[in-house]
């Protein structure tokens, strides 16, 4: 277990996205809304907490078939577009108080995505400066 990865800020972020997905989920469970608002945070909840999991159980070290990291991006700019759109339509729509929390609480998760996304791109060309492709000194 990598007990230093929930103090960095990328395990915190990843933490953070998780909650709000969570609590985004309740609320769209909590007021009726369309099954696809419901859908899409429970995936996102799910998928958050498994890159979690594969970050804190050090798992993406043992398992090289896969470029995390990459994947992990891949995931965050995805969950983001969609977060836009159900986001969006939840706020605009706001059938009740409930749908419009988690409509709220879904664009607060975009953000999160979005920085998520950038960190991990920040990351990926750190680690690239420090490879082989360096220059000798």
């Given at each position: 277990?990598?007990?230093?990865?929930?103090?960095?800020?990328?395990?915190?972020?990843?933490?953070?996205?998780?909650?709000?997905?969570?609590?985004?989920?309740?609320?769209?469970?909590?007021?009726?809304?369309?099954?696809?608002?419901?859908?899409?945070?429970?995936?996102?909840?799910?998928?958050?907490?498994?890159?979690?999991?594969?970050?804190?159980?050090?798992?993406?070290?043992r398992?090289?078939?896969?470029?995390?990291?990459?994947?992990?991006?891949?995931?965050?700019?995805?969950?983001?577009?969609?977060?836009?759109?159900?986001?969006?339509?939840?706020?605009?729509?706001?059938?009740?108080?409930?749908?419009?929390?988690?409509?709220?609480?879904?664009?607060?998760?975009?953000?999160?995505?979005?920085?998520d996304?950038v960190?991990?791109?920040?990351?990926?060309?750190?680690?690239?400066?420090?490879?082989?492709?360096?220059?000798?000194?």
């Amino acid at each position: 277990v990598d007990r230093a990865f929930p103090r960095s800020p990328r395990g915190a972020l990843k933490i953070a996205r998780t909650l709000v997905a969570l609590i985004t989920l309740l609320c769209f469970v909590a007021s009726g809304a369309h099954g696809a608002y419901t859908a899409l945070a429970c995936m996102e909840t799910v998928i958050t907490l498994l890159f979690l999991l594969l970050y804190l159980l050090r798992l993406d070290t043992r398992m090289r078939c896969l470029f995390w990291p990459l994947a992990d991006i891949f995931n965050s700019v995805v969950a983001a577009l969609f977060l836009l759109v159900v986001g969006l339509f939840a706020v605009v729509i706001k059938s009740n108080k409930g749908t419009l929390a988690g409509g709220v609480l879904g664009l607060i998760l975009l953000v999160l995505c979005i920085v998520d996304a950038v960190l991990l791109c920040k990351k990926i060309g750190l680690d690239k400066a420090r490879g082989r492709s360096a220059p000798a000194k």
